[in-house]
């Protein structure tokens, strides 16, 4: 009986609406280029999913919990530089990524302490951030990429499971598992969602708004460094512009997925799957081979309308929840 109940949820949840578009889209741009569906294109479409899907994660955490990071990409991008030029200097690529994943807790940090200390907007404020990272990047890179010189970090970007999944991809799963079961069967993911969905009702709650928004921005920082040091192995060397759509995408696919923009709302599932429409989207564009140009007006046209849709979507659960209220009270 609950077998039954959950398929009937799912079929008619938001990811199986997005599973039925994303067979649509697929069909479309096989028959436009057979190429499509061949190995070497999943593979591709893997593997952009999978640090598009790092990125995604925490940003989504972060979305849920009522913030926003427009920085990450850039996060990610100076994260990478560091871990590379670490290990250049002889420190074993663990050490080295760990040392990144502290510059990315410290990141989210400042973008904590100028939100929750000084009220700042996290819209601007990491917009900001995300200049004085790009143009740090470029400073220590001299606008170049910085090879990586430890052969055995390559196994994060250049390997496979099975002969097929790109280890990248791997890494993504395995996150997405812990983060969904983080999210469902946690009191911690409970408090994200009432934190995003209302500040001053988590706040009767007995719970802290400040101390969650904190912790999901130190999260947001500390997965972008992980998602540009899996990126840098997988092209074997850290750029300073590598991710620079990074916090667009990220917002891109959870917002697809269900995430809401206002907070207090989402699922791990429709991530992925908002995820998986996105990267086939971006990439049946290169492979019909549609100006760069053109790719950048759809790409940007697929975020507003993942926007209106999730706004028409909040507006229609308030008039139920307030009409269920009315019934209430008669």
Known sequence: MNITRSIRKFVRSKSMSLIIVAVVVAIIFYLLN???????????????????GILAIGMAFLLMGGGINLGAGAEGCFGALIVTMIMKTGVPWPLAILAGILFGVCTGAINSFFINKLNFMGFITTLGMASVYSGLGLVISSNNNIPVSDESFLVLGTTSLFGFLPTPFVIMLC???????????????????????????????????????????MNCGALATIAGSVLAARIRSASPAALSSGALDAITASVLGGVSFMGGGGSMAGVFFGLLLLCMFKNGLLVVELSAYWQIVAQGMLLIIALCVDFYSAKARSKSQKKARMKKTA
């Open 34 to 52: 057979r190429n499509y569906l061949g190995r070497d294109n999943i593979r591709g479409i893997l593997n952009s999913m999978s640090i598009s």
């Open 175 to 217: 996150l997405l598992i812990i983060y969904g079961f983080i999210l469902n069967k946690t009191r911690f993911g409970r408090s994200i969602l009432m934190c995003g969905g209302n500040r001053a009702a988590a706040r009767l709650a007995g719970l802290n708004p400040k101390k969650i928004t904190t912790i999901l921005y």
